[in-house]
């Protein structure tokens, strides 16, 4: 268990496709040892969540939690989560655009537009399935977590780049906070 680097945009492997976590390694030592070191680094962070692919580990694994978090706050809480070999089913085709910042972009925030309410299935660290459906926040940090499993990074979805821009200029309430 560490708090491992997190993997800054720029680096190649954050935008490449994650495999799948084998379904034979579910509750295995492998699997707990790297869900401790994805806690302790978001932890260390203030992350809403972690993927994988952010401490250097091309998994399809992602962590979520929403606490009393500096980062975010007033935003709702979303209980501790582990999800692995998600699949996303947004419901509606609309989309509705709010702020989000990313450990792996630090100092910075954008306006993304997500699917405001949507399924999401997948297996936690023991194999058992989840199957949640969910809207607000939660649907939008499961939406960027997987993202990062498919090469993709909040800048790259955002359509109004004068809404892309530095914490401390767009929320100065939040500087210092939002910077590693
Ligand atoms: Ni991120």
Known sequence: MAV???VKMG???????????PMNKFNTPELHALLADMKDSMVAANGAGLAAPQIG???RVVIFEVGNNPRYPNREHIPFTVLINPE??????????????????????????RYPTLRYAGFDQFGNRIDRTVGGFH??????????????????????????????????????????
């Open 4 to 6: 491992r680097p997190i």
């Open 11 to 21: 680096t190649p492997s954050l935008f490449e496709k994650s495999a799948p976590w």
């Open 57 to 59: 580990e091309n998994v």
């Open 88 to 113: 996303l089913t947004p419901m509606g085709s609309e989309q509705v655009d709010d702020w989000e910042g990313c450990l792996s972009v630090p100092g910075m925030r954008g306006l993304v537009p």
């Open 139 to 180: 649907a939008r940090v499961v939406q960027h977590e997987v993202d990062h499993l498919d090469g993709v990074l909040y800048p790259m979805r955002i359509r109004d780049m004068s809404k892309f821009g530095f914490t401390e200029v767009l929320f100065p309430e939040l500087a210092g906070v939002d910077d590693e």
